[in-house]
């Protein structure tokens, strides 16, 4: 099993900026990424990316404005949010996975609450 730490949640107004990180430790995965859930909305994905081919890949309603990076070396994920609005309000989840194309197995963080006001 992974274990993922998260942090970097937190309260901002419409239009800023916020980052998220995620740390990775035990097993190894082949993918890692950035689900959120809304209150009363389905968990959905807002962005992964491929451990080894770097590879990326974004809801549409984020693409633009959110950015995954990742360090290798250091197990790490971030995921830089601008532009943030009201809709982006949610509880968001680090998920490590089998691969890019299995977002939404394997193992997942505690989730950091992210809040923006209008």
């Known amino acids: 099993q992974v274990l993922l730490n998260e942090s970097g949640g937190g309260w901002v107004q419409t239009g800023g900026s916020l980052r998220l990180s995620c740390v990775a430790s035990g097993y190894t995965f082949d993918a890692m990424g950035w689900f959120r859930q809304a209150p009363g909305k389905e968990r959905e994905l807002v962005a992964a990316i491929g451990w080894t081919s770097g590879s990326t890949m974004y809801a549409d309603s984020v693409a633009g404005r959110f950015l995954i990076s990742k360090d290798n070396a250091a197990n790490t994920i971030w995921m830089q949010m601008n532009n943030l609005q009201p809709a982006d309000t949610a509880v968001y989840y680090c998920?490590?996975?089998?691969?890019?194309?299995?977002?939404?197995?394997?193992?997942w963080g505690q989730g950091t609450q992210v809040t923006v006001s209008s």
């Open positions: 998920n490590a996975a089998p691969g890019i194309q299995l977002m939404g197995r394997g193992s």
